[in-house]
Structures are given as structure tokens and as C-alpha cells.
């Protein structure tokens, strides 16, 4: 398969209270991998054997790899476990080198939105490699509570809203669909 070229690349950022972020980055990475693109995907406060993603994204080997970086546990916004910035920092150390070494056309920062909400992650220095990213490169940025300074940094941003869910009636995570 011939590999395409996205041209200059830009920044995107899929946020909010509403689902759909992972999935439409993940789609991004199904929709690339059928031209021939590498897309590296590294999730952030995610570290749980059973997401369907990480199976259906070996089925796109070697076009898609996905890496995780946190706990299977929820972390605690208010007073977060040094574990838990101890992984948001491996992960962040693992986006900067795939990044800045130029390791694929597309890189989706799974839930990094997250992680600076919670302050496991300086906003400074996501902000300074956004400035640095290479051209040809696309950046995706995922997860809610993205800060200010990430959507007026970003070329496009896109709000999931939240106008209706079935877990207000007490429907757990499904496997295949959110899960």
C-alpha cells in the first residue's frame, strides 16, 4: 500500500461531557491506516486490559499502534496517587519522542485533556511541543475539560455534548461499545 501525505497537519482537540471522543479519534486512525498512514495513539489515565480498541487496533498492525499510560483505577482528581503522575509523565515522555522523532503522520493524545485537568501534566510544556509539532503531522488531543490555552492553540476543536445518556439510568460501560 502507497502512503499518502496529509500535507501541513494540523492540531485537533475533541472534547466535553459527551461520548465520543476516543471513538472518533479511533475512527481518525481506521480512516488513515486505509491510506497507509503510521498513527501512534497513547491513552493517558488508561491502563485496562479489556478495551475493544486494543484488540481491533492489532487488527490494523502495522499502521495503528496504541500505547497506555495509567492505572485501571479511577484517579482522584483532588489529590492524585504519585503513581498516577508518575505514569501521565511516562506517557508524556513516550508522546514527545514519538513526536519530535517523527514516528508517525498521525499521534492521537488519548485523554491528555484529562491528565492537565487533574494536573498530572504542566500545561507549559504540552503547549511548547503543540509550538514544536513537526509539518505533515497531525495531533489529536482527547478528553474532557480541555483548558483555554489547548483550544486557542488547536486548528480544530470539536465539543461533545452531553444531550441524553443511558447511564442516568443505570446502565454500566458495554463491551464493544464503550468499553
Not at 121 to 130: F, S, T
Amino acid at each position: 500500500m502507497q502512503r499518502e501525505s496529509i500535507g501541513k497537519g494540523y492540531i485537533q482537540v475533541y472534547t466535553g461531557n459527551g461520548k465520543g471522543k476516543t471513538t472518533a479519534s479511533l475512527g481518525l486512525a481506521v480512516r488513515a491506516a486505509g491510506h497507509g498512514l503510521k498513527v501512534c495513539i497513547i491513552q493517558f489515565m488508561k491502563g485496562w486490559i479489556d478495551y475493544g480498541e486494543l484488540a481491533g487496533v492489532r487488527m490494523l498492525h502495522p499502521y495503528v499502534e496504541i500505547r497506555q499510560s495509567g492505572r485501571d483505577t479511577f484517579v482522584d482528581r483532588k489529590n492524585p496517587d504519585p503513581e498516577d503522575v508518575r505514569l501521565a509523565e511516562q506517557g508524556w515522555a513516550m508522546a514527545r519522542e514519538t513526536i519530535l522523532g517523527k514516528k508517525a503522520d498521525i499521534v492521537v493524545l488519548d485523554e491528555i485533556n484529562c491528565a492537565l485537568d487533574f494536573r498530572l501534566l504542566p500545561l507549559a510544556d504540552v503547549l511548547k511541543l503543540l509550538e514544536q509539532k513537526p509539518d505533515g503531522m497531525e495531533l489529536v488531543l482527547t478528553g474532557r475539560g480541555a483548558p483555554q490555552e489547548i483550544l486557542e492553540a488547536a486548528d480544530l476543536v470539536t465539543e461533545m455534548r452531553e444531550v441524553k445518556h443511558y447511564y442516568a439510568k443505570g446502565v454500566d460501560a458495554r463491551v464493544g461499545v464503550e468499553r
